[in-house]
């Protein structure tokens, strides 16, 4: 028995440190109803509505400093007329109030739109000064705005502020959750194995 358990506490370890224990991951979805006139000032004479989400994938440290965040950006819209898209970004400031860029969606090429259509950006953040802003909008979305621009309207052609999709936030963590379940069985799993233990197949 004494060699058993001595077996036992060299092969654990021996494995790596399940990751759950140092980084936690968690998501967070905000909403936005853009339109022509949100803008400040308004833009009149533009047929062009849209719906934006802002989904992001934070990672936190074990003493919940966050480490990074996937800022990704998409946005439904509807032009009747056509549009050239230049640039999409998370602004600060209040509903009616034009304030500065804190997250850049790393637009690039100018999207040529015209009818219904969707375009999707992402964002990668790792320095602390983008993440103090991430942990800024989680505490105040609604002091924050979406911001789609084109070429003939560079200050923006349609905007929202931002609100919580708590709906969706909690779908993608429950779709989060069963994969680290799924990925925690099978490492559960090959321990027994390694530990000359007998574990059922799965059903």
């Known amino acids: 028995m004494f060699k058993f358990a001595s077996l036992a506490v060299f092969t654990l370890a021996a494995l790596p440190a399940f990751p759950q224990a140092n980084t936690t991951v968690s998501t967070a979805v905000f909403h936005a109803l853009l339109s022509p006139s949100h803008e400040t000032p308004p833009v009149t004479g533009s047929n062009i509505s849209g719906e934006g989400t802002i989904e992001m994938t934070l990672t936190r440290s074990a003493t919940g400093d966050l480490t990074q965040?996937?800022?990704?950006?998409?946005?439904?819209?509807?032009?009747e007329t056509p549009h050239d898209f230049t640039a999409m970004h998370i602004h600060r400031g209040a509903a009616g109030v034009a304030g500065p860029v804190v997250i850049d969606s790393r637009f690039?090429?100018?999207?040529?739109?015209?009818?219904?259509g969707s375009v999707f950006r992402q964002n990668v953040l790792t320095d602390a000064a983008p993440l103090a802003v991430v942990q800024q909008i989680l505490n105040n979305p609604g002091g924050y705005y979406l911001n789609l621009h084109s070429s003939a309207n560079p200050a923006g052609i349609i905007r929202g502020q931002l609100t919580w999709d708590t709906e969706a936030a909690n779908a993608v963590r429950f779709q989060a959750s069963q994969t680290q379940l799924d990925r925690l069985e099978g490492m559960v799993r090959n321990i027994g194995r390694a530990l000359g233990l007998i574990f059922p197949a799965t059903q």
Do not use: H, Q
Request: aromatic share 10%; hydrophobic share 50%.
């Open 108 to 116: 690039g090429a100018v999207v040529n739109a015209s009818g219904p």
């Open 69 to 79: 965040a996937i800022v990704d950006f998409r946005v439904n819209y509807n032009a």
